[in-house]
């Protein structure tokens, strides 16, 4: 059996260890209403210490849209180095059809998603569709407001997107994110239901190793021992950092705090933690109970 992963207390812990950092944002920065308590000061200490630090998150919005609501919660652009996000990524590749796979998409898209993220349409010279009968491909950012509770209503949509073989694209591979403390549905929940319908989903964002990549390029292609991810969910944080072979800090506040029977900045019970990592096959390289210094 491999050592459990330490429970450290904080990132001096284990910051020397390391020249960059991948950060998620949801759940380790802010719970979408407020940024957590020391999460402003671990970034300054970090970046005092010379540290790399690129902000990867899975939200399903361009990257200049995040940096926006990120200086409404106090998280400026001078406490990171760069930025990337699922949704610019998915954005890039509708843009630069960089494959023969995306070039076959077609212009006429049905897209699933609140309002809000309506701006991952802007500028990529697609026509919205009534529906899947007319649509040569669909666009998932995650249920609408309505659909918050029960996606059953997306159904007949994605039946007859499945029967027609129309080809789904995923901005934000999370099953859900909490907000405000409150858990909120996310488009892998909805992609997971058009597959499992037959459906073919492509995704963008974590665990995936194409938009590691772009962030290691961004970063100047460094060791990969001497880079490290922090982020809150196994699924997601955890296990891209493990397939593309770097080390990586859970934080035990974030989408599992729940299921730890933990709050925010609490530490877990090392017992909960090994039935977790036994439950997702993924484990950490250290844990802490939130991003602090």
Not at 64 to 89: H, K, Q, W
Not at 102 to 128: N, Q
């Amino acid at each position: 059996m491999p050592s459990s992963p330490p429970l450290c207390d904080s990132l001096d812990a284990v910051a020397s260890n390391y020249d960059s950092f991948i950060l998620d944002l949801w759940g380790v920065l802010h719970d979408g209403e407020r940024v957590y308590p020391h999460a402003v000061a671990a970034l300054r200490a970090l970046k005092a210490a010379d540290k790399q630090l690129l902000i990867l998150s899975n939200a399903p919005r361009r990257a200049s849209e995040i940096a926006e609501r990120m200086v409404e919660l106090g998280l400026t652009p001078d406490l990171y180095d760069d930025l990337m996000s699922s949704g610019e990524d998915t954005w890039v590749h509708l843009h630069d059809r960089p494959s023969p796979w995306y070039r076959a998409l077609g212009r006429r898209v049905v897209h699933i998603g609140p309002e809000r993220d309506f701006g991952m349409r802007s500028g990529l010279g697609l026509t919205l569709a009534d529906g899947a009968a007319d649509a040569e491909f669909i666009l998932n950012t995650g249920p609408a407001e309505a659909d918050q509770e029960d996606i059953s209503g997306l159904e007949p949509l994605l039946h007859e997107g499945a029967e027609r073989g129309l080809a789904m694209i995923c901005a934000n591979p999370d099953l859900i994110v909490m907000r405000g403390g409150e858990k909120e549905l996310c488009a892998g929940s909805v992609a997971a239901r058009y597959e499992a319908l037959g459906g073919e989903v492509r995704y963008h964002g974590k665990p995936y190793r194409p938009i590691y990549d772009t962030c290691f390029k961004r970063l100047g292609d460094p060791d990969p021992a001497r880079v490290c991810a922090v982020g809150d969910t196994l699924r997601t944080d955890i296990a891209g950092a493990n397939a593309v072979g770097i080390d990586s800090i859970l934080i035990t506040g974030g989408i599992h705090a729940e299921e730890l029977g933990v709050r925010m900045g609490e530490p877990a019970d090392p017992e909960d933690l090994a039935a977790l990592y036994a439950r997702e096959n993924e484990r950490p390289t250290a844990v802490l109970p939130e991003f602090r210094w």
